[in-house]
């Protein structure tokens, strides 16, 4: 079964400083894998997607992720923070078999920028 | 234009009763989700419809029952309602052949407070 941790429920960083959120990964299959945002009381929005191409991939916002296969690993960076980054941030896994696909999701980061 | 979108946004209902909460897509996706997030922000997925027929049911309870009429439309009917049943509800969408390329879009939420 496929599964995502993120490590750290809450991330506080200075304006202008790096975000790094972690995300690590489980999968049996080669995974897909996505960083959504939830900004307070709106749904979900993709920042970026890795799907086997480039390791390094980037999002909306300034965002960027790489995928690192012997780390298990797909953390979430951003060189320097603004104060519109302050959201909740999602890793998730796809389950990638056609006919049976579902996202699965981390237990998420919320992201507090100091000013 | 919105293009995933929930009603009613929000919900307030008593212990038992039996409430609706509808979704509806124009992007043309074949796969529609419902998503329950609870109160630690934990998001999991309910079920998955492919053009109107059920492809995933993560063991909900049968209280929850999803109807599709069409593939644009995916509605959600919740019997007997409980304090446990307390979080946000999202909808997604997504064309299936490329879900894992390019992720899902999804509402902005359904909040159901049962009190």
């Known amino acids: 079964a496929q599964s995502v941790t993120q490590l750290g429920s809450h991330v506080s960083v200075s304006e202008g400083a790096l975000v790094l959120l972690r995300c690590n990964y489980s999968s049996s299959v080669p995974p897909y894998l996505f960083w959504y945002v939830q900004y307070p009381n709106q749904g979900l929005q993709l920042l970026l997607k890795y799907t086997s191409a480039a390791t390094l991939v980037k999002g909306i916002n300034g965002f960027e992720a790489e995928f690192k296969k012997s780390e298990t690993s797909f953390h979430l960076t951003k060189p320097s923070a603004h104060m519109s980054d302050a959201a909740e941030y999602f890793c998730?896994?796809?389950?990638?078999?056609?006919?049976?696909?579902?996202?699965?999701f981390g237990t998420g980061t919320r992201l507090t920028i100091i000013p | 234009d919105t293009a995933v979108s929930q009603t009613p946004k929000y919900l307030v209902t008593q212990m038992g009763n039996d409430k609706s909460i509808k979704c509806e897509q124009n992007?043309?996706?074949?796969?529609m989700y419902w998503y329950k997030q609870d109160s630690k922000k934990f998001l999991k997925i309910m079920f998955s419809y492919n053009n109107k027929e059920l492809i995933i049911n993560e063991t909900v309870p049968n209280r929850f029952s999803p109807k599709s009429p069409d593939k644009a439309h995916l509605n959600l009917h919740i019997n007997s309602l409980e304090l446990g049943d307390s979080a946000v509800y999202f909808c997604?969408?997504?064309?299936?052949?490329?879900?894992?390329?390019?992720?899902?879009?999804f509402g902005s939420g359904t909040r159901l407070t049962v009190v």
């Open positions: 992007l043309g996706h074949d796969t």
């Open positions: 997604a969408s997504s064309r299936l052949s490329t879900a894992s390329n390019y992720g899902y879009t």
């Open positions: 998730a896994v796809s389950d990638n078999h056609f006919g049976n696909e579902k996202l699965t």
